[in-house]
């Protein structure tokens, strides 16, 4: 049993929420009366009700995103039906900007609006004293410098098969409209001596994949260096890392570490979000001036996995103007193209476009964009299915010789690829529960109908793809390419 429960749902097991480990870090006498409860996103509502209910806590903290929420409010549901008195604290984005139309906020006791490690250690002290919580709590940013690091919340089974999340500083200095970090644009390190502490006690720990949270890592390109310098020496032989930075040209300090890693060892995320001047200016973006490939290729160079992220359906793009985005950052060789959709996050700046560019998104989480002014319904549900068929073969690393097939002889990418994703849609109706044989099939069908390509080559292609395995190949490619054996 514990007197405080902090729990979450996670997009999938292998995350490990920090926001959580920090609260329970920073709870000073309350923390050893405290536990964390994890579930991921398949975990039913009704299952994480029972076990926060096994716990019989006073307070339960609920850390709320866009990809939780719905869970979560039915969990909350539960857990007051049940336990009228346990007191419910929310905390987390999706209700720190304003709450309107969330059920789930109805129903908790009590919302910390901000970073909450100082705010809900005084709730929790007040709740078992007996004091009932305020509505809300409008939580100020805490002194970095007072805080604990959450490196003693992560047990020895969460380093070795998740992701442990870290940071080096909080903030971003950028004003992108669709990121809540446009909001409050300071930027708080944390001191450098403390983050190389936390981290040390994790990889001394056995931590195998750390994960940096930081919104813009090479923000002080020195100071980057030298925490990559330290992780580079540090990683065991099969640890990852992963960052996040802004697409522009790496100083030498900082492109003179990338090498440090072994190669794979060093993940890097960069979001281009879009090579549309316009659109960058209008949503605050500095436009690319050639960082990017600056970027990308200082990065590929040294051997890391490169990450890059677009975004569809921002205000003033249109299909056209993203394709050749698209096109544009798949030619720099990312290992990863995200192709993202446009979010309304609770208290980002991005909807005074709302009117002017006729904004219209999902009424729930995620609040993905439905149609602008310059982008239809149904060219976004295209694209929406190109998303996830992109995912599903190229960001799994499928077909990396084949796919390329689809645009030979110099035409678009994206079109290509958006002309597959229609054949795909048409003969699936699906766009999740994909067997990669069935894609394989069905890319060599369109290889070689829609596309021209002959039959062996295509089949070449898909079986230089296959996985290393002692299983015959598939009879269609054995027959495309004119083996009898």
Known sequence: ???????????????????????????????????????????????????????QPAVCGLGVYIWNVGTLTRAAEILKAARPGLWIVLGGPEVSHGTDGLRIAGIADCIVEGEGEDAFRALCAGAIAGCRPPPVVHAPPPALDALSMADGEYTDDDLQRRIAYVESARGCPHGCEYCLSAVDRRVRPWPLEAVLASWGRLLDRGARRLKVVDRTFNLDPARAA????????????????QVEMTPVAPPAVLADVFRAFRPGALRVEVGVQTFTPGVAARIGRRPDDGGAAAMI??????????????????????????????????????DELQFGILKRLRGAPIDRHDAEWGMRYAPDAPYEVRETRTWSAGAMDAARRFARYWEATHNRGRFRTALPLLWAGGASPFAAFAAFSEALHARLGRAHALDPEVLARLLFDHLTGACGIPPARAAAALLHDRPPTPARPPRWIREAMNDEG
Do not use: K
């Open 226 to 241: 030298l925490l990559l310098r330290f992780l580079a020496a540090r990683l065991p032989p099969d640890g990852i890392v």
């Open 297 to 334: 290729g200082a990065l590929r160079g040294a051997g890391a996995v490169v990450h890059a992220d677009l975004i569809a359906g921002l205000p003033g793009e249109t299909p056209e103007s993203f394709a050749a985005g698209f096109d544009r950052l798949l030619a720099l060789g990312p």
């Open 1 to 55: 049993m514990a007197d405080i429960v902090l729990a979450t749902v996670n997009a999938g097991y292998a995350h490990a929420s920090l926001g959580l480990r920090s609260l329970r870090a920073n709870l000073g006498a309350l923390r050893e009366r405290a536990e964390i409860q994890e579930f991921d996103g398949h975990a039913a509502a009704e299952d994480v009700a029972a076990r926060i209910l096994v716990a």
